[in-house]
């Protein structure tokens, strides 16, 4: 007999919590959706995190989104 606690289905999609530049608060579902350049070489630029809602007020599209 199966256990109903448990549902069958895809992976669970990660959620991640951080800081959301658009609206300035602590929220979860945050998306990189720039990387402001400050210097020369890798991991030098500074990170925008939005939210869900952020990203469809503003029309923002997350980097791992785009073509």
């Known amino acids: 007999m199966a256990?109903?606690?448990?549902t069958r289905g895809g992976p669970a999609l990660p959620t991640a919590y951080g800081h959301c530049a658009w609206h300035g608060g602590t929220t979860r579902d945050i998306r990189l959706?720039?990387?402001?350049?400050?210097?020369s070489g890798p991991g030098t630029g500074r990170r925008r995190f939005a939210c869900h809602p952020c990203q469809i007020e503003h029309g923002l599209v997350p980097l791992a989104d785009r073509p």
């Open 33 to 39: 959706i720039h990387i402001e350049q400050t210097g």
């Open 3 to 6: 256990d109903a606690s448990q």
